[in-house]
């Protein structure tokens, strides 16, 4: 089986197991555990913040992080495709009493003349007051879309000049500084809240940090024993984080090259399907046109290869550790025909 419906869906190698196996560890919620603070360190440090905490996963980040932003009562505005809008349960409204407003974008983009029109800060007494503004990069159910630099700077701006907050859904930020060469420091500097996930194309089993000043995470340190995700010996998932950005994040781009082999696979059997052109990181949408997704997605995995159908005329593919080139472009022929026929 090929699977790509997710990039979540890897397995820790054999090097990764070891790395967790030796790890040395302690009591986390006494912050004693050394490979779970290495780990905070080090990617506060790589993005260019004060301090880091360790989560179990990327949208527990994001509610902590948008949490320290905004009041309950008060709103978040992120795009309407965006993670932390359409996946994460309603966790923000149901467990911190905030609500959002999406606006609309093209592939997930932040479009900042969209966001200067939408906010809203200090509203006063007879509307939401807006507290904060999230991003998500790369963008997921955009396409893993990059959002250029000066855009998000310009954002960045925006928030400052009207003294609210930004928050940085980065679960895909690595992939976003393989593509660009954009140093994390840079993108991280943006923002007051960045989150980055582990578990996704840089293959750990479990894990994701949330950084900001050493204030904040010591608050969300706080949350996220309310949230009863308080871990003891973490150390031993830590330890493949670590393992992870030393020997994941460079490979990244072998991840892109088989999105783009895909992707070419699929638009030489339907060049309407899809433009390889579009195909900016490790995820690529395919418009089915009037062809149903779902059984299309269900017919490709009768043959041994599995894609998600995320709309009813959209399937998404995305390349990841655990499959090759070869792997992506014999699946992308594949699916190609299915929907040629
Ligand atoms: C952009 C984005 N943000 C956040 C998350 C949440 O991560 P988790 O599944 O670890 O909660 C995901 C998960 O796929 C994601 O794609």
Redo the contacts with the bound molecule.
């Keep these: 089986m090929i699977d790509l419906r997710?990039?979540?869906v890897t397995k820790p190698t054999h090097q990764m197991r070891e790395a967790m196996l030796i790890a040395p560890v302690g009591d986390d919620v006494y912050a004693e555990d050394p490979t779970v603070n290495e780990l905070e360190q080090r990617v506060a440090q790589l993005l260019g913040h004060e301090a880091g905490l360790f989560c179990?996963?990327?949208?527990?980040?994001?509610m902590l992080g948008v949490r320290l932003l905004v009041e309950p009562g008060q709103e978040v505005v992120c795009d309407v495709q965006?993670?932390?809008a359409r996946?994460?349960m309603g966790g923000h409204a149901a467990a911190h009493g905030l609500t959002m407003r999406t606006f609309p974008s093209s592939r997930g983009g932040l479009e900042p003349a969209e966001v200067a029109k939408i906010i809203s800060p200090s509203a006063g007494p007879y509307l939401v007051s807006t507290a904060a503004v999230a991003v998500?990069n790369?963008?997921?159910?955009g396409g893993g879309t990059i959002q250029p630099f000066a855009e998000l700077a310009s954002v960045a701006e925006l928030c400052r000049a009207h003294g609210i907050g930004y928050h940085l859904?980065?679960?895909?930020l690595w992939n976003a500084h393989v593509a660009t060469g954009v140093a994390l420091e840079a993108y991280g500097g943006l923002f007051d809240t960045v989150?980055v996930?582990f578990?996704?194309g840089l293959g750990a089993p479990?894990?994701?940090v949330l950084v900001s000043t050493a204030e904040n995470i010591a608050k969300a340190r706080v949350m996220r024993k309310r949230l009863g995700a308080g871990w003891r010996q973490a150390g031993v998932l830590s330890a493949a984080c670590l393992y992870a950005l030393d020997h994941h994040v460079q490979r990244l781009a072998d991840d892109h090259a088989a999105a783009r082999t895909f992707a070419d696979a699929v638009a030489g059997c339907v060049a309407t399907a899809v433009n390889p052109d579009d195909v900016e990181t490790n995820v690529v949408v395919i418009d089915t046109g009037t062809t149903p997704a779902a059984p299309i997605a269900a017919a490709a995995a009768e043959r041994g290869v599995q894609v998600s159908a995320l709309g009813p005329f959209m399937i998404r593919a995305v390349t990841h550790l655990d499959v090759t080139a070869d792997d992506c472009e014999w699946a992308g022929h594949l699916v190609g025909k299915l929907l040629a026929e």
């Design positions: 997710s990039d979540t179990v996963s990327g949208s527990m980040c994001n965006a993670h932390i996946a994460e998500e790369t963008h997921n159910f859904d980065g679960a895909r989150s996930c578990s996704k479990v894990g994701s």
